[in-house]
Each structure stands twice: as structure tokens, then as C-alpha cells.
């Protein structure tokens, strides 16, 4: 399996509540690599990843879990829905800066800018949209970081 193809079965196992990094897959396989646990080989022009018998026999003798329930079972807290909302945003922000022209990063800037602060209204329990600071003082100018400001 190819380090996509891992990442499309963490994301299909978990239902799309977890979706790892290629930042994060590429160094565990490569640790699992050191360790003996996988070995990763050339195929058809992209690296493969296999479980040696040393990484078969540890996953035999590991208690290793449900981990896709215990990943669905904390998206159930409550916030599953807006992380994969975040996650589609991203998404579509990535796609503006790539294939965007300047007037469409900049007006992509602007909406991102205003959503959160929007989001930080909601908190506050204030949702006018002319007010630029939260009651805990955060900042939601559009270029502020909700960062706390001094007093």
C-alpha cells in the first residue's frame, strides 16, 4: 500500500473523522521502517509499503484496540461536524491559493478574515457584525489573530 492509499483507508475506517497528513504518515512509515515493522519497496513507480513478519507478528501480540471507534467516539464530543467543516474550508482556501488569481486570494482573505470573526461574535455571545473586539479583548480586526490584546 502507498502512503495515499494509507491515508484514503485511515480516512475510510475512521468515516472521514480522521484523515492523516502526508506530514505524518511519511514519517511513521518510515519509523515502522527503522524499526523492522514495514518495508517499503519500489512498485510500478511509487513507493509501497508492506508489514514484514517482524510487523505482523507486533501487530499479532499488540493489543492495539478499536482505534476507529475511539477516533469516531471523540469526534462524537460535539464538534465532528464543525471540524469537517473546517477541513472542507481548508480544502477550498488551498484551491484559491493555488489556482486563484490576486483578486481572488484577496477577496478569499477578506471571507476567511470574517468568519472568524464571526466565529469569535458567536463566543462572545455578540453577533454585530461592526464590533472589533471580543469581550475577553481578543482582537477580530480583519488582520487580528483573535490574540488577546493589552490592556
Do not use: F
Not at 494509507?6 to 515502522?32: F, H, K, M, N, T
Not at 471540524?83 to 484551491?95: E, P
Not at 481572488?104 to 472589533?132: K, W
Amino acid at each position: 500500500m502507498h502512503g495515499y492509499e494509507l491515508i484514503q483507508e485511515i480516512a475510510s475506517r475512521s468515516d472521514g473523522v480522521w484523515r492523516p497528513s502526508p506530514g505524518s504518515v511519511y514519517p511513521a512509515l518510515s519509523q515502522l521502517e527503522d524499526e523492522g515493522h514495514v518495508v517499503v519497496e519500489r512498485l510500478a513507480g511509487r513507493k509501497t509499503a508492506r508489514l514484514t513478519e517482524s510487523g505482523t507478528e507486533y501487530v499479532e501480540a499488540t493489543d492495539l484496540g478499536t482505534p476507529w471507534d475511539d477516533v469516531r467516539a471523540a469526534a462524537d464530543d460535539g464538534g465532528g461536524d464543525l471540524r469537517r467543516a473546517v477541513g472542507a474550508l481548508t480544502g477550498a482556501a488551498g484551491q484559491v491559493a493555488v489556482v486563484g488569481t490576486d483578486a481572488q486570494r484577496r477577496r478569499a482573505v477578506e471571507i476567511v478574515d470574517e468568519a472568524r470573526r464571526s466565529l469569535y461574535r458567536l463566543l462572545a455571545d455578540d453577533l454585530d457584525p461592526e464590533r472589533t473586539d471580543s469581550a475577553d479583548g481578543a482582537d477580530l480586526s480583519p488582520r487580528g489573530g483573535g490574540e488577546q490584546t493589552a490592556e
